[in-house]
């Protein structure tokens, strides 16, 4: 680094230069992520919002029509088929794969599955059926239709991962009538991740209509003392769906019985529901490292509005490290220049 006319580099000097290293890593990625891709898009046609969201009577039979496009710049053959959907844990969307078995709503679907060749920069229109039997109760029911590209884009390095890019779109059948929101809670789990301890607690969507509950867990030994506790807000919870609410610990907990007591509360759809339900931890595997702290705590956190995680970005971190070194850096060549400068004075 060329020195300022004291002879000394300054801080804005090191952080000009930090910017520059910076970029030097970033640009190479940029431009690998942007050149020669495929990009995959599924679109409802006729719709208002992003995905089928629309009102059949039992017995009814109707044509709907989904745009299946490519908007990168190189070809791909993709394939494209119906899928069941399943809520996340913690809530959310997901669609089966393509090689499992489908079932419920997604069978109301005449949508084969298909593979089409997509030039760069072009779409097709499909048309499907959506027929609904005529014995179908009222309430919600949930299917999707998934486009991926057929084969998997291999992998390079010392850890090569093939990869497959899907993209989904809902189909959401209301059949009219009552509607009745219902929540159950069952039993509670108990895994070890990265030496931590992660509690799962079993829920199902037993009504007729998606839910966004707030979950709240407490977490109690076997003297009845409470250890933890969070407020968990569940992403869509579909109908006729079950999964767990998840709650990552920051210690691995003792050996023991304990309790969680787990309330689901959706106060739009006015239900709500709480259980108590107990696990047992077994004593870990001689050798697995424990957490040195002086009890169990919940893992901090931080979401942004609407629940979104807020994650700090790779080159964030590269930044702030680079920063550091550079300050401490510039502190050691200061004190060196200054001691020289006293020996010379003497």
Known sequence: MRPTPSGRPTLTLTIVALFGLLAAFAAPAVAIAVEGQFKLALLPV????????????????????????????VAVAARTYAADVYTIING?????????????????????????????????TRAFTVAVPRTTAPGEYITSILLENDKPIGGTGAVALNQITRQAIAVVVTVPGPR???????????T???????????????????????ATFVLFDAAANRISEATVPMDTFFAHTATFVEVPLAALLQAGQYTVRLTLDDAAQGVRVEESTSFI???????????PGTGPTLTQVFQAPGGAQITVPLWGFILGGLLVVAIVGTLVLTFRRRRQDGMSAR
């Open 46 to 73: 006729g719709e208002s919002g992003p995905y089928f969201d629309v009102h059949m009577m039992a017995g009814e039979t109707r044509t709907f029509d989904v745009q299946i496009a490519n908007n990168g710049d």
């Open 92 to 124: 959310g969307f997901a669609g089966r794969l393509r090689d499992q078995s489908t079932s419920g709503s997604t069978l109301w679907l005449d949508y084969p599955t298909d593979v089409v060749n997509l030039p760069a920069g072009t779409s097709i």
């Open 180 to 190: 009745y929101p219902a929540l159950t809670i069952g039993k509670a789990s108990h």
């Open 192 to 214: 070890v991740v990265a030496g931590k301890s992660v509690v799962d607690v079993a829920v199902e969507n037993l009504g007729n209509v998606r839910l966004k509950p707030v």
């Open 281 to 291: 931890v077994e004593a870990p595997p001689a050798g697995l490292p424990r957490d």
